[in-house]
């Protein structure tokens, strides 16, 4: 088997055994105590989104919106063409932006390599969102590679369909594309956001 293979078959089953360990059923209802498949937050569908680009800083007072929906690109994390450095000076004032939120939501896209135009080391399309005042939080990541071989829960489900249907089964709701895997999970109380709504 070769080196990437292997770590593909590793790694999906390190992320199949983690989401085994917490299924639960799809009809669960909120606020979750376990972990259950990735959903979409409720205030996802009225939230105005704000998109930077490759290095750009939100503004100060973006911290002070509530809810709080965010893009960013982070495709450009090299070492040769400073994009690491960029990187590093604007994701301070990225997460400083989302602290005082109850309601938030952001979607970005990665890719961490050598060079322009090298193989990623690492790259994904995330998405993490959390309902402080609901109680819960979702996170999920899709095409998720690792030297360019897709790993994710979805490929372990693949993997597991033929011999174990019903684990393949379990499993999908966490992930079902190659490179997928996702949950949504219940949050400590908040005080703060209990009472501001």
Do not use: N
């Not at 994390?77 to 301070?92: M, S, W």
């Not at 095409?143 to 684990?167: E, K, N, Q, T, W």
């Not at 089964?169 to 949050?187: I, V």
């Amino acid at each position: 088997m070769s080196r990437p293979r292997l770590r593909t078959v590793l790694l999906s089953a390190a992320l199949a055994l983690g989401a085994a360990t917490t299924t639960v059923p799809a009809a669960t209802a909120a606020p979750l105590s376990r972990p259950g498949p990735f959903t979409e937050p409720g205030f996802a569908a009225g939230c105005p989104w704000h998109r930077y680009g490759e290095g750009e800083q939100p503004p100060w007072w973006l911290a002070f919106a509530d809810p709080l929906c965010v893009e960013y690109s982070k495709r450009d994390i090299t070492v040769d063409d400073g994009g690491a450095l960029r990187f590093l000076l604007a994701e301070p004032a990225r997460v400083a932006a989302s602290l005082l939120t109850c309601h938030y939501y952001q979607r970005d896209h990665w890719s961490v390599q050598s060079t322009t135009g090298a193989v990623p080391w690492v790259a994904w399309d995330g998405q993490y969102w959390w309902d402080r005042t609901g109680r819960r939080a979702g996170v999920r990541l899709a095409d998720f590679r690792i030297d360019g071989v897709r790993v994710g829960v979805g490929d372990a489900v693949a993997a597991l369909r033929p011999r174990f249907p019903d684990l393949a089964d379990a499993l999908a709701a966490y992930g079902s594309a190659s490179g997928e895997s996702g949950l949504t999970t219940e949050l400590p109380f908040d005080l703060r956001c209990a009472l501001g709504g």
